[in-house]
C-alpha cells in the first residue's frame, strides 16, 4: 500500500514566487492587461505593509488573474505554463529532483498550491506526480469564465480527503509558510522548508522538522530509510 506526500510549490520546491513570474509573462505573451500589473503590486505592497492578510492579498491577487483570462482557451494557457516552467527548471530546488525517484517507489505525491489549476497540472506534468490540490478558475466548454471557482488561500486542511485513503502512517508534508499549516499539522512528518516567521514559531512549538533546502534530501532520505 502506497503512503502519501504532499509539497507546496512555491518557496517549497520552487524557488520563488511563481504566480508574480506567470502573470508577468502573461502580461509579455498578451494575455493578462498591463494595467494588472499595477493593481497586482498594490495588492502586494498593502500585504507587506501589514494593510492585508495572506489570505485576503492572495484571494485578491487571484481574482484579478482570473478576470483577465476571461473567454481564453484553458489549454492554450496551459501549454504556455508547461512552457514557461520547462524553461525555468533552474528555479526547482536540487533536492526536488534528487528525491523523486526513491520516493516515488513508496509515495503518491501531490502538489497542494494556492496557484491555479494550470499551474499545478504543468507541475504534476513535469515531474510525472499522482495530482494535485489547488485553487480553481472556473472553467466552462474549455473556456476561462473569468470567476474564482475555489481558493486554497485559507490554507490547506483540505488534503485530509486524500489523507484519508492513504492513512496517515509515513505520510509526508513540506511547506515554507503559515498557510501550509493546515496541511502539515495532518500528517506523520512535517518537514518546514525555510519556513516564514510565523510557521517557523508554530514548527517550534510542535518540534516539526525545521531545515533549508539544502539539507532536504539529507532528511528526506532519512524518513524514507525508517518508513
Ligand atoms: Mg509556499
Request: net charge negative; glycine share 6%; charged share 25%.
Amino acid at each position: 500500500m502506497k503512503k502519501v506526500a504532499f509539497f507546496d510549490l512555491d518557496k517549497t520546491i520552487y524557488n520563488a514566487h511563481s504566480f508574480f513570474q506567470l502573470v508577468e509573462h502573461e502580461i509579455e505573451q498578451g494575455r493578462v492587461k498591463q494595467k494588472t500589473w499595477e493593481k497586482i503590486q498594490k495588492i502586494l505592497s498593502d500585504h507587506e505593509s501589514g494593510g492585508l492578510s495572506y489570505s485576503m492579498a492572495t484571494n485578491m491577487l487571484l481574482k484579478n488573474f482570473a478576470l483577465d483570462l476571461e473567454g481564453q482557451k484553458y489549454t492554450n494557457l496551459l501549454e504556455d505554463v508547461k512552457e514557461f516552467f520547462m524553461k525555468n527548471l533552474q528555479n526547482f530546488y536540487p533536492y526536488f529532483k534528487e528525491i523523486l525517484p526513491k520516493l516515488k517507489k513508496t509515495h503518491d505525491i501531490y502538489i497542494i498550491t494556492a496557484n491555479a489549476q494550470f499551474v499545478a497540472e504543468a507541475i504534476v506534468d513535469q515531474f510525472g506526480l499522482v495530482g494535485f490540490v489547488s485553487s480553481e478558475f472556473e472553467v466552462e466548454k474549455g473556456l476561462f469564465t473569468g470567476k474564482v471557482l475555489k481558493s486554497l488561500a485559507n490554507g490547506k486542511s483540505m488534503v485530509l480527503g486524500i489523507l484519508t485513503k492513504f492513512g496517515k502512517s509515513d505520510s509526508i508534508a513540506v511547506g515554507d509558510s503559515e498557510n501550509d499549516i493546515g496541511m502539515l499539522e495532518l500528517v506523520e512528518f512535517p518537514i518546514c522548508i525555510n519556513p516564514s516567521e510565523e510557521l517557523k514559531n508554530h514548527a517550534n512549538k510542535h518540534n516539526w522538522i525545521v531545515i533549508d533546502p539544502n539539507q532536504a534530501t539529507k532528511t528526506l532520505n532519512n524518513i524514507l530509510d525508517q518508513a
